[in-house]
């Protein structure tokens, strides 16, 4: 082991005191490896990746989202569809909070009602006008207007059922005191160092085998894969690419991938006088090989992106062509123009690197980049509110639906924290999006989507770059672990052998 490897080893050590004690190897514990905190545990105020990893163990929903993302029933026993606007649903029986109190169709209501006042999931939360409880057990859903992707969209970690009772005379306690009826509770935080969740010995279905998870932050990526070396945890996500022949060397260790439905690209402010010139958006777009940025970056480990949405989402449109690098013709549209732009990309390897080399493709026709490398909160927050030219993005189907791929991306009245951070404004796609929202047949819909993905590449409002496989690695004792297409990994599978 070299030098640099036993100093690193050392500030482990060192991390895991501070935290508090060694972590356990024994059974039952699962210890994993992620990148970043997450930004809040109340669940109806985060959707960021971060949190809904640990808020989809803490919570439940009406729906879930297995790791082949076909759709399974929640905290639902049964439906039933009256009309389109109206949905009729029992609860289970046995679904309780982790504080021992029952849940109701009063907390579908008031969690419901409440997520109507969160602007950072309003392009999430669908069209529900009202719930009407019938008795504990027994509520009708009643939507404004057509919403075909119900059913889907209630899977997602930020529509999670919250206790009315928990919350009266404390409506904040969930960022630093969460409660659900999930199959895990939190027991302690520190931030920057990690978590540990505990086993919910009542949730109603099958009880997960692991009775804790420990989750430690790890930001850097090379120090993910060095954890898992060394045997301090058993799972670790979003590890550097030439790592594989590190893990594949490694007998007891095994590398993970997957195809996945996240989209990676650089979002122009369209708010910004300069991307207001459609020849300048098009010269950027044609200024950057995405084929070489993949290969570098991913090592091929992955796919050119040709449309915000990715492979294997329903509506993805197969026949758009890909925008090829065309330095020459880049050089043109410029017209010997040149000017100084902002990137601003969050602190992982990945996406640092893939700002790097644009801003070497920019410098070519020339624009000057500053490259701003944040950590994830302050990214976001930044990029909510538009302060740079431009950002490296990246965006997931969590349903497996265009709607979540793009009108939180690309409706107008989406702008800043629920996800369209370039401010792309087209009353055509707006027009198109609520559409199909309303059209319940799919393969209208999917008609829909295609036509709306063909006008956002003809606007050349971001640089579409890649739809990345995720990664990971993980010890061979683990059983039965499967990655989700998307970075919102459920840590309660498998099994510790």
Do not use: C
């Not at 169709?105 to 019938?134: G, Y």
């Not at 279905?205 to 120090?223: E, Q």
């Not at 940025?293 to 026949?319: F, M, Q």
């Not at 509110?385 to 991306?409: H, K």
């Amino acid at each position: 082991m070299n030098t640099l490897k036993l100093i690193i080893l050392f500030a482990f050590m060192i991390s895991n005191l501070i935290f508090g004690k060694d972590i356990l190897h024994k059974n039952e514990v699962f210890n994993i490896a992620q990148e970043s905190d997450p930004r809040t545990f109340d669940p109806h105020f985060g959707n960021d990746g971060f949190s809904l990893r640990i808020n989809r163990l803490i919570y439940s929903r009406l729906f879930e989202k297995d790791s082949n993302m076909n759709t399974i029933p929640g905290v639902i026993k049964n439906y039933k569809i009256i009309d389109n606007k109206n949905i009729d649903f029992t609860l289970k029986d046995n679904v309780r909070f982790q504080n021992g109190e029952n849940l109701t169709s009063e907390d579908v209501k008031f969690s419901f009602e409440r997520m109507k006042n969160s602007p950072r999931i309003s392009a999430v939360l669908p069209p529900v006008q009202e719930i009407i409880v019938k008795d504990e057990k027994n509520f009708t859903m009643k939507l404004s207007k057509p919403f075909s992707p119900i059913i889907d969209q209630l899977t997602h970690p930020a529509l999670s059922i919250v206790s009315k009772r928990y919350l009266e005379g404390n409506p904040k306690i969930l960022i630093n005191k969460p409660m659900g009826s999930g199959k895990y509770i939190l027991k302690e935080w520190s931030p920057g160092e990690g978590l540990t969740l505990e086993r919910f010995e009542n949730y109603f279905k099958d009880k997960p085998s692991y009775k804790t998870i420990h989750i430690k932050i790890v930001p850097l990526a090379t120090n993910r894969t060095f954890t898992l070396e060394t045997g301090e945890v058993d799972l670790a996500f979003a590890l550097p690419i030439q790592d594989k022949e590190v893990i594949d060397r490694n007998p007891n260790l095994t590398y993970l991938s997957k195809p996945s439905f996240s989209y990676t690209y650089v979002g122009l402010n369209l708010n910004k006088e300069i991307f207001k010139d459609m020849d300048i958006r098009k010269a950027i777009n044609l200024a950057i090989d995405k084929k070489t940025i993949l290969d570098v970056v991913l090592n091929g480990h992955g796919k050119i992106a040709n449309s915000p949405v990715a492979e294997g989402v329903n509506g993805y449109n197969k026949n758009l062509k890909e925008i090829f690098y065309n330095k020459d013709e880049a050089i043109k549209l410029m017209k010997n123009r040149n000017f100084n732009l902002t990137l601003a990309t969050m602190n992982n390897n990945i996406d640092i690197q893939t700002a790097e080399l644009i801003a070497g493709y920019l410098k070519e026709i020339g624009i000057s980049v500053q490259i701003y490398v944040l950590e994830p909160n302050i990214y976001w927050t930044k990029t909510n509110q538009g302060e740079f030219d431009m950002f490296i993005g990246s965006w997931g189907s969590v349903t497996g639906d265009s709607d979540y791929a793009l009108y939180p991306t690309h409706h107008s009245t989406s702008f800043g924290a629920p996800g369209n951070r370039t401010f792309f404004n087209d009353k055509k796609v707006d027009f198109l999006l609520d559409k199909a929202r309303n059209t319940l047949n799919q393969n209208e819909r999917n008609e829909i989507y295609m036509q709306i993905q063909e006008l956002i590449v003809q606007s050349h409002s971001e640089v579409m770059l890649f739809y990345r496989d995720l990664n990971g690695g993980i010890n061979n004792k683990i059983k039965g672990f499967d990655l989700y297409p998307i970075p919102i990994h459920d840590y309660s599978l498998g099994t510790i052998h």
